[in-house]
Nanobody, 122 residues
Framework: QVQLVESGGGLVQAGGSLRLSCASS????????MGWFRQTPGKEREFVAV???????YYTDSVKGRFTISRDNAKNTVYLQMNSLKPEDTAVYFC????????????????WGQGTQVTVSS
């Protein structure tokens, strides 16, 4: 069983930055694809970024150039650096782990954190 715990959310003004962290309890962290998703009330969970175990990273178009996903396998932690934040980035952000990654959609991930709120004021 893998447990994921996010931290780093909060309230920030537009144009500001936040760094989210997600710590994993799994011993095979380096074998997982680690992703970030976000969700707003009444909407489906949306893919944000993924770090594959081979080192590749992918982003949804709306965050390219502003967000950076990285991972520290020695610390079993994945990060999401968010710069130039916009009000439309406001959401609950979830970390997720995929032992058998098959794509950038929620069903590809087996383990989820509890989420952390990010609020960007205009």
């Amino acid at each position: 069983q893998v447990q994921l715990v996010e931290s780093g959310g909060g309230l920030v003004q537009a144009g500001g930055s936040l760094r989210l962290s997600c710590a994993s309890s799994g011993r095979t962290f380096s074998n997982y694809a680690m992703g970030w998703f976000r969700q707003t009330p009444g909407k489906e969970r949306e893919f944000v970024a993924v770090s594959l175990r081979i080192g590749s990273t992918y982003y949804t178009d709306s965050v390219k150039g502003r967000f950076t996903i990285s991972r520290d396998n020695a610390k079993n932690t994945v990060y999401l650096q968010m710069n130039s934040l916009k009000p439309e980035d406001t959401a609950v952000y979830f970390c997720a782990a995929a032992p058998y990654y098959s794509g950038n959609y929620p069903a590809s991930y087996n383990y989820w954190g509890q989420g952390t709120q990010v609020t960007v004021s205009s």
